[in-house]
């Protein structure tokens, strides 16, 4: 790792950080985020320091398979069939009551 890999982030680069986020951040606040800005940028280069080159990326964190089956077409209902299934069918479709107010 190179000498800007242990780069600290400075309060200006925060500034411009938060000016771009279209936030005014200033006095302990702005000496705050950078503390935590150099100690999540820290962290991140402790993991990058972890050796995982025989390790094979984790797909899910439980062994857990998609269980699936063959997509087979089969009979769907009779349109007489549905008609009885509702109370109120009218030229093919469902008809429920209004929930949204039409002039909203």
């Known amino acids: 790792m190179g000498e800007k890999d242990s780069k600290e982030v400075t309060s200006d680069e925060v500034k411009k950080i938060a000016a771009l986020s279209k936030m005014n951040i200033e006095g302990s606040e ?6 935590d800005f150099n100690q999540i940028l820290d962290f991140v280069k402790q993991i990058n320091e972890v050796n995982t080159k025989d390790i094979e990326p984790l797909k899910h964190v439980l062994n857990l398979e998609n269980v699936t089956r ?3 077409p089969v009979k769907s209902f009779d ?5 009885k299934l509702t109370p109120n069918f009218s030229a093919g479709y469902f008809v429920v009551p209004q929930v949204i107010d039409a002039e909203s």
């Open 30 to 35: 702005l000496e705050q985020l950078t503390q």
């Open 70 to 72: 063959p997509d087979e």
């Open 79 to 83: 349109r007489s069939e549905v008609e």
